[in-house]
């Protein structure tokens, strides 16, 4: 049972201060919102419990909380501003709640250890550098309300930005390859996809063989979308399987392939 002297709670149910010792930390009822940076650089936290009944979250609350490992946000907050899990190094996990319409800036910055994350569709504004050296990261689900994705977002961190109905030509140049691997993912899942964005996919994909293969030998479905426009000779003998593999597909799909 948690110490009520470790926190400091205002009168009207805002949590300004946690002075306990870490560990595994279960927040009062009654609490509505978390202050800036209540948990600020506190590197003995490794899990948190938030009642029901916090509906905001500010700036900076869990941030340098580095042995922080997941968190469950509360249905009713609809903002993570900004830095609010920075420098959590140990996060692999975190809940966004449906209700959430905004992500700020460097809301997970340098969480290096989160590896896949999925934004609910009620996500309309994902702020600079949200994600931004997020190393760990594989995946990101982009919902359909978002249709910018600034050149910040993901800097130093390279996901499968799955996000197929955006333009490939819509993204900055260093998202294009995470872009093309969320793609690749969509299309070989079988997704109901725009024509039109689909052939920008497609052609892009097919004129960028030598810019993309960094990203594709880490990706099996970009690998496999690529395969059938690289000899197999090009591949090395691990990712040969996974080439002979796209390559197929694209035979039987009866794509336009070069005879040699």
């Known amino acids: 049972m948690e110490n009520k002297q470790d926190f400091v709670i205002t009168k009207?149910?805002?949590l300004t201060k946690y002075n306990g010792p870490g560990g595994d930390v279960t927040i009062p009822e009654g609490v509505t919102k978390i202050g800036e940076r209540a948990f600020y650089w506190c590197t003995s936290l490794q899990s948190v419990t938030i009642p029901e009944g916090v509906t905001e979250i500010e700036g900076g609350a869990f941030y340098g909380c580095e042995r922080l490992t997941s968190v469950t946000i509360p249905a009713g907050v609809t903002e993570i501003e900004k830095e609010t899990f920075s420098y959590c190094k140990n996060l692999t996990s975190v809940t966004i709640p449906a209700g959430v319409t905004k992500i700020g800036e460097r809301a997970f910055h340098c969480c290096t250890s989160l590896q896949s994350v999925t934004i609910p569709e009620s996500v309309t504004e994902i702020g600079n550098s949200a994600f931004s050296g997020?190393?760990?990261?594989?995946?990101?689900?982009i919902p359909e309300g978002i249709t910018t994705i600034h050149k910040s977002v993901f800097e130093n961190s390279c996901p499968a930005i799955i996000a197929p109905h955006i333009p490939i030509d819509d993204f900055a140049p260093k998202n294009k390859p995470g872009a093309c691997a969320g793609f690749a993912k969509a299309y070989l899942d079988g997704a109901e996809?725009?024509?039109e964005i689909k052939a920008g996919y497609l052609k892009y994909i097919k004129g960028q063989k030598k810019k993309l293969y960094p990203t594709a030998i880490k990706n099996e479905e970009l690998l496999r979308l690529m395969a059938p426009h690289i000899p197999v000779a090009?591949?090395?003998a691990a990712h040969k399987p996974g080439a002979c593999a796209g390559f197929a597909k694209a035979y039987l799909d009866g794509a336009e392939l070069d005879e040699e």
Do not use: I
């Open 12 to 14: 009207k149910g805002t």
């Open 134 to 141: 997020c190393t760990g990261l594989t995946s990101v689900t």
């Open 193 to 195: 996809l725009d024509e």
């Open 234 to 236: 090009g591949f090395d």
